[in-house]
């Protein structure tokens, strides 16, 4: 039996195929204006993957702000509960998630049975999100993937004087202009992404084990400075795509509605 995942996040589309055993494929591609058409796209890449059509699929959920826009949904259930169904599943000992998307923050604290205990988001300011590091990613005019690995060649992080985008961008144009390097810059902006969501962080009273779900999580910069934040170590998603969490989260939810 194959179900899938579909996770209609602001900036990228992830599917999810599973067979009950294992993720048999996977697909993330920038999400379209309209929802539909991205679900559709990268429902057809994972099924191409697989080597499946759509007919084989007996069941989908959709997650994501986005999970009323899958066309092809049997049901939806919200990201946080599919988050914290994908990392409970990939780590059992997990008990706080971090997730960062691309226009929000989530921090879920859950208990030994994989429920949501409590939850805290954050306010609709980009900043503490994926939509930050991409602005300041622009602003350097380099690729968001290349911010991290260029922050760890910093040794002098400038300081943001505002969390806001609007104004730390400002500040980013000044650094430039003066003549401060990228590196510097990029490791500033880790710096400030970090405090951002460790505020965020407290708010929970985190448990351990800690885990970082979300295209966030790829950033290893800021993953370390949150972790010099809070004195933790934060779990790394090794085995499966972070940024895939949710997807895999809402394909789980599929297998058990299916009779799975």
Same mark, same amino acid.
């Given at each position: 039996m194959?179900?899938?995942?579909?996770?209609?996040g602001?900036?990228?589309?992830?599917?999810?195929l599973?067979?009950?055993?294992?993720?048999?494929?996977?697909?993330i591609?920038?999400?379209?204006?309209?929802?539909?058409?991205?679900?559709?796209?990268?429902?057809?890449?994972?099924?191409?993957i697989?080597?499946?059509?759509q007919?084989?699929?007996?069941?989908?959920?959709?997650t994501?702000?986005?999970?009323?826009?899958?066309?092809?949904?049997?049901?939806t259930?919200?990201?946080?509960?599919?988050?914290t169904?994908g990392?409970?599943?990939l780590?059992?000992?997990?008990?706080?998630?971090?997730?960062?998307?691309?226009?929000?923050?989530? !921090?879920?604290? +859950?208990?030994? %049975?994989?429920?949501?205990? &409590?939850? $805290?988001?954050n306010?609709k300011?980009? @900043?503490?999100?994926?939509r930050?590091?991409?602005?300041?990613?622009?602003?350097?005019?380099?690729?968001?993937?290349?911010?991290?690995?260029m922050?760890k060649?910093?040794?002098?992080?400038?300081?943001?004087?505002?969390?806001?985008?609007?104004?730390?961008?400002?500040?980013?144009?000044?650094?430039?202009?003066?003549?401060?390097?990228?590196?510097?810059?990029?490791?500033?902006?880790c710096?400030?992404?970090?405090?951002r !969501?460790?505020? +965020?962080?407290? %708010?929970?009273?985190?448990? &351990?084990? $800690?885990?970082?779900?979300?295209?966030v @999580?790829k950033?290893?910069a800021v993953?370390?400075?949150?972790?010099?934040?809070?004195?933790?170590?934060?779990?790394?998603?090794?085995?499966?795509?972070p940024q895939?969490?949710?997807?895999?989260?809402?394909?789980?939810?599929?297998?058990?509605?299916?009779?799975?």
């Amino acid at each position: 039996m194959i179900v899938a995942g579909c996770d209609i996040g602001s900036l990228t589309t992830k599917v999810v195929l599973f067979d009950g055993k294992k993720i048999i494929a996977s697909s993330i591609i920038k999400s379209k204006p309209k929802p539909e058409d991205g679900a559709y796209e990268a429902l057809q890449q994972a099924c191409a993957i697989a080597t499946v059509n759509q007919d084989n699929i007996v069941y989908c959920v959709g997650t994501g702000y986005g999970r009323k826009r899958v066309p092809f949904a049997n049901n939806t259930i919200s990201e946080i509960s599919c988050h914290t169904k994908g990392a409970f599943y990939l780590y059992p000992n997990v008990r706080t998630i971090i997730d960062i998307g691309g226009q929000d923050c989530k !921090v879920i604290s +859950l208990n030994t %049975q994989g429920e949501v205990d &409590r939850f $805290v988001t954050n306010d609709k300011c980009a @900043a503490g999100t994926g939509r930050f590091l991409e602005v300041m990613a622009k602003v350097l005019k380099i690729e968001l993937q290349e911010l991290s690995n260029m922050a760890k060649k910093g040794n002098e992080a400038i300081t943001l004087a505002s969390a806001c985008t609007v104004w730390a961008q400002a500040d980013v144009i000044k650094y430039l202009n003066e003549g401060i390097s990228k590196e510097n810059i990029a490791l500033g902006v880790c710096k400030s992404m970090a405090k951002r !969501v460790g505020v +965020l962080v407290n %708010q929970a009273s985190i448990k &351990r084990d $800690v885990c970082i779900t979300g295209g966030v @999580a790829k950033n290893t910069a800021v993953v370390k400075e949150l972790e010099n934040l809070l004195g933790v170590t934060i779990v790394k998603i090794t085995n499966v795509d972070p940024q895939l969490t949710g997807a895999l989260g809402a394909a789980l939810f599929a297998y058990q509605k299916a009779g799975g």
